[in-house]
């Protein structure tokens, strides 16, 4: 009986600090094409039998799959301009919005979704998501959908 595998978005602040090193050392691997394992390890600060046991369960948000479709959701002051300013940063990351959905504010708080859609020139989703939870008025950004 296979067990369908399950995956989870978690802010990095979350992680355990043994996670983070592994994806480290994934980093450096890849990005120093050389460098062994061993060397990596060692640099971060980990076994090797951690980074064994973890390195295919981490991998950074990163992923600008054209055609991937994120659906956010967040919740924020009502506050004339800043779902504005919200959709700037789409822009400028360069996805492209499929849908809009805002609610009406209740004592000043109104709740909102996003769908976007990556195209091939897309930016990085998670500065796109650090910029947009940086956002005066915006109390938090969650990911509730990756197609």
Request: proline fraction near 3%.
């Amino acid at each position: 009986m296979s067990e369908t595998p399950k995956y989870f978005v978690v802010k990095q602040k979350a992680l355990p600090e043994v996670l983070l090193k592994v994806a480290e050392a994934k980093r450096i691997i890849e990005s120093e094409r050389v460098i062994s394992v061993q060397e990596a390890t060692e640099r971060v600060g980990i076994s090797r039998s951690s980074f064994y046991k973890y390195k295919d369960d981490i991998f950074p948000f990163h992923d600008n799959t054209e055609g991937t479709t994120i659906t956010l959701t967040f919740q924020m002051d009502d506050e004339p301009g800043l779902l504005s300013d919200l959709l700037k940063i789409v822009a400028e990351y360069g996805a492209n919005i499929l849908t809009i959905h805002q609610s009406i504010p209740i004592n000043g708080i109104a709740s909102l979704s996003i769908s976007i859609q990556i195209l091939s020139d897309t930016g990085d989703l998670s500065g796109m998501i650090e910029r947009m939870e940086a956002q005066k008025g915006v109390h938090y950004v969650k990911i509730i959908a990756k197609e």
